[in-house]
Structure formats: C-alpha cells, structure tokens
C-alpha cells in the first residue's frame, strides 16, 4: 500500500507563493497518475490540479496560471507550485495517487492565505 505524505503548507499572506510537496513511499513510477485535491472548512473536496506518469496536467479552471503541478520520478515526489495566493485558496490540501483502480490520499497539509 503507498504511504504519501504532504509538507510545505503554512500561513501566507494574499499575493504570496508556497510549494507543497507529497512524497511516495515507494517509486511513483508505478502509481498512474497523481494530484492535489483541496478542502475548506463546510466545502467538499475539490480537483486542483493531475498529473499523468507521462507528465501530463489538467488543473481547475481557478488555479490555471498561478498553480503548477509537477513530479520527480528520482525523488517520488510530486509538487505543487502556488502563486498569487488568495484567502480562497485557504484549504487543507490532500495529495492523491492512483495505482490500477486503487486511489490513495495523504493527510493532508494546511494552507492559509490571509489578507
């Protein structure tokens, strides 16, 4: 069973950046594809961003163009690059893998962007 484990979430203010990193218990070269999902407190979970074993992404139409989604074969971590922050994008965020028809989570890492 793969373990992941998120890091990199903390407070920031609005405008600012964050990186998050989920790393694989074992070679994300066998896990299909991965991503990063969100939840804020009374929402559900939601879609940032996929990516393929191939390298392949698609992200939530909010995040295009402040989020990139990104992996590292050699380290079995994925990334998640955050910019222009917003107090919206305040969520714990969940980092995903699916290996055949099984889906793992992380614990997930708390973001908070204050304004």
């Known amino acids: 069973q793969v373990q992941l484990v998120e890091s990199g979430g903390g407070l920031v203010q609005a405008g600012g950046s964050l990186r998050l990193s989920c790393v694989a218990s074992e070679s994300i070269f066998s896990i299909n594809d991965m991503g990063w999902y969100r939840q804020a407190p009374g929402k559900q979970r939601e879609l940032v961003a996929r990516?393929?074993?191939?390298?392949?992404?698609n992200y939530a139409e909010s995040m295009k163009g402040r989020f990139t989604i990104s992996r590292d074969n050699a380290k079995n971590t994925m990334y998640l690059q955050m910019s222009v922050l917003k107090p919206e994008d305040t969520a714990v965020y969940y980092c995903n893998g699916r290996m055949g028809v099984n889906y793992y989570w992380g614990q997930g890492t708390q973001v908070t962007v204050s304004s």
């Open positions: 990516i393929s074993s191939g390298g392949s992404t």
